[in-house]
């Protein structure tokens, strides 16, 4: 059975506009810094595998270090964490521009910028998976809503940092990023969330075993982190250095920020059939929608004329988003509350630790194979994920559920 009619709670509230801005300006700024990067070092003379490399030092850390940010976010709070992540990442993104400014940057520095960037993601991306449930009564209503809002930020930033790098310069890009991370920092402190309570009679080694033990119980839950480590590295990692020497030498740098805007359209597009359509097995339904998916990297492999090209990426745009909303729902709505920093932060730590792995190789892997054979690679392998995860019982099979599940699964 599947209810097609949004729940009447309330969601536009104080808090959850606070934090829908918060969160909109933070993605609005990480997808900028991607695109910025890729072609600023692209424009630079950097190559490639140099893309590759700076983009995956930056998933690198984030991976490493997201367990410790859940860890601390449920030992302390979330907020102020995140908070302090956003000036740290304010602080990086202003030093890049700066140097940018006076000259060319070393291809250290640049590492070491992402490897900042990373650390301080990691410190603020567990929270934002806790917050929903304290700011909204729904929360798949509110993981539409906020899908939407990414596939929006996800549109505007990658052609906003586009024009700014073709029209301006790459320290302009880095300026703008920065200010988007000022704007999440005062929307999180305004919030009124309610008291914390946490347990910190247990030390982080301790917390780190009960948050693993909570996450190794659900096989759902494991058993998706597993497909999304072939996906991560098959797909995720390479799509953008790969994809943007595919498109850029097809149809120049403006193509390659139209292709990825098209991409935050078919996010908002399934965010918003995400927030009317509620499967009574979400995985399953976002598993369907995940079908959608490998027609990024087939567009990026096929660089067909740029109007099929931008309907590819915005296709895969929707079976992402909608499995996305399906995913979120359910890791928050089925572990307890006073664990779900940590179970996030395995999750998270998880789905992506491959990624930095895929962008590592996607320079020798370019020149082993060439660009177009590894994208279409790319798109069989994201297939086969999206087929795994229809055959997976306790993935096709997990139910919807409001209210958090104790049990294992």
Request: glycine share 12%; net charge positive.
């Amino acid at each position: 059975m599947v209810t097609t009619v949004a729940a009447p709670a309330r969601l536009w509230t104080r808090n959850f506009g606070l934090y829908f801005t918060a969160r909109t300006m933070a993605v609005l700024g990480d997808t900028m810094i991607p695109v910025a990067t890729a072609v600023a070092m692209l424009a630079l003379g950097y190559g490639v595998g140099a893309v590759g490399l700076t983009l995956g030092a930056w998933m690198a850390a984030f991976a490493l270090f997201v367990v410790f940010g859940g860890v601390f976010a449920d030992r302390f709070h979330p907020r102020p964490q995140m908070i302090g992540a956003d000036a740290l990442r304010c602080a990086v993104q202003a030093a890049l521009a700066g140097y940018l400014w006076l000259g060319r940057p070393p291809l250290g520095v640049l590492v070491a910028a992402a490897v900042l960037g990373g650390l301080a993601t990691a410190l603020f991306q567990p929270g934002l998976t806790s917050l929903v449930p304290q700011v909204a009564a729904d929360p798949q209503q509110a993981n539409g809503v906020l899908r939407v809002s990414q596939g929006i930020a996800a549109m505007a930033g990658p052609a906003l940092a586009g024009t700014l790098v073709a029209s301006v310069s790459a320290a302009s890009v880095f300026a703008a990023t920065a200010l988007t991370f000022v704007v999440s920092g005062a929307c999180l402190a305004a919030l009124r969330l309610p008291p914390f309570e946490a347990d910190r009679s247990t030390s982080t080694l301790e917390n780190l075993r009960t948050g693993w033990d909570e996450f190794r119980s659900r096989s759902w839950l494991w058993t998706v982190i597993l497909i999304w480590w072939v996906l991560g590295v098959s797909v995720w990692g390479p799509i953008t250095p790969v994809g943007a020497v595919s498109i850029i030498d097809a149809h120049g740098k403006a193509a390659f920020g139209w292709a990825e805007s098209a991409f935050g359209v078919g996010c908002v597009l399934g965010g918003l059939l995400a927030i009317r359509i509620r499967p009574a097995r979400p995985l399953l339904g976002g598993a369907v929608a995940m079908l959608l998916f490998p027609l990024m990297p087939l567009s990026a492999a096929l660089v067909p004329p740029v109007p099929l090209l931008v309907l590819g990426y915005a296709v895969s745009g929707v079976g992402w988003a909608f499995w996305g909303v399906q995913w979120a729902t359910s890791v928050q709505t089925q572990i307890p509350e006073d664990r779900l920093n940590r179970v996030a932060a395995y999750e998270i730590a998880g789905s992506i630790l491959a990624v930095p792995l895929g962008q590592a190789v996607a320079g020798p892997a370019t020149g082993l194979l060439g660009a177009h054979r590894l994208l279409f690679a790319g798109a069989v392998v994201g297939l086969g994920c999206a087929v795994a995860l229809l055959l997976v019982r306790p993935v096709r099979r997990l139910p919807r559920t409001l209210t958090p599940d104790v049990r294992g699964a």
